[in-house]
């Protein structure tokens, strides 16, 4: 998307993924945040520090996010278009990088989709919302906790992305049962989400993964410091906040994720695993980046 999407004429090959203007957004959701960001988790850290940097992170390669589940978007929206799904919720979104991939794989199966994104920041909202009308697409927008969202009229379709992981599982039941009061009936949720078998509970960087981190990230800043519009020092002097802010709660099984729909009024329709990408380290215990471990793939149909 970029510009419009186009759909080839080779049933075998997918369209081509839509552009990221990254170079033109980063600098935007760093300025942003400074302003907008008002949520704060657990430790009282607000999430200011997170999509500040979020954008740098995807520009520089070391963030990993929706776009490598793209071929299983396209299979999925697909079928979901097949059975009628227009109206879309894209339920949390970091930027506009989700949203964008759903609507090149729904504009792909042939569909026109009406979209909202809902988050309970306003910072990735507006990227979103900037994003939509860079490439001439409304994008609607919810600042809202999901648990306290009611829809003026339901959709057929909720997507998300690594949201089971970021709340505590005791709220899980509690989100899954409001998906299921967002979607009419036979609508579905289409989801990503990594699975970490032997992981505590709560995971956060350790101070080993935090040095990594900040050599990590002031390395490949230097490397391509001609490309940014921010000092590689000033890009990596931010280690310390954001290692602050990222605690994810691990998904731990394939049967974790089907009980929880299958309890809160869904049929588990499809639930594959992708393989880790080689290029990546598999064994890393913290919330970590660009990486390797397993995802799950997953559509849930309401009964």
């Given at each position: ?129 900037w994003y939509g009308d860079r490439i ?111 605690l994810v709660y691990p998904l731990r ?51």
């Amino acid at each position: 998307m970029g510009g419009d999407t186009t759909v080839v004429s080779d049933a075998s090959l997918p369209p081509p993924l839509p552009e990221e203007p990254l170079a033109l957004s980063a600098p935007l959701a760093r300025a942003w945040a400074k302003t907008l960001c008002r949520h704060v988790n657990e430790s009282g850290i607000s999430c200011a520090v997170y999509h500040g940097l979020w954008q740098d992170l995807r520009r520089l390669g070391l963030a990993a996010g929706p776009r490598r589940g793209a071929q299983f978007f396209l299979d999925a929206f697909h079928d979901a278009v097949r059975a009628g799904g227009r109206r879309i919720l894209v339920s949390g979104a970091v930027d506009y990088c989700l949203p964008a991939i759903v609507l090149w794989a729904a504009t792909a199966a042939g569909a026109k989709p009406d979209l909202t994104v809902i988050d309970i920041c306003e910072t990735p909202l507006r990227l979103c919302a900037w994003y939509g009308d860079r490439i001439g697409v409304e994008i609607g927008t919810v600042r809202s906790d999901i648990l306290d969202y009611e829809p003026a009229a339901p959709y057929d379709i909720v997507v998300a992305h690594s949201l089971l992981s970021e709340i505590p599982p005791a709220a899980r039941g509690r989100l899954i049962a409001k998906w299921r009061d967002c979607l009419v009936p036979g609508g579905r949720v289409i989801g990503v989400n990594r699975v970490r078998p032997d992981a505590p509970e709560v995971l956060w960087f350790t101070a080993e993964q935090t040095k990594e981190f900040h050599e990590l990230l002031l390395r490949e800043a230097t490397l391509h410091a001609a490309e940014l519009d921010i000092a590689p020092e000033e890009l990596a002097a931010s280690t310390d906040s954001y290692v602050a802010y990222r605690l994810v709660y691990p998904l731990r099984s394939r049967e974790v994720l089907s009980a929880l729909f299958e309890d809160n009024g869904f049929r588990v329709a499809s639930l594959t695993a992708d393989v880790p990408d080689p290029r990546y380290p598999g064994n890393s215990q913290g919330p970590t980046l660009a990486g390797g471990p397993v995802h799950l793939k997953f559509v849930a149909i309401r009964q």
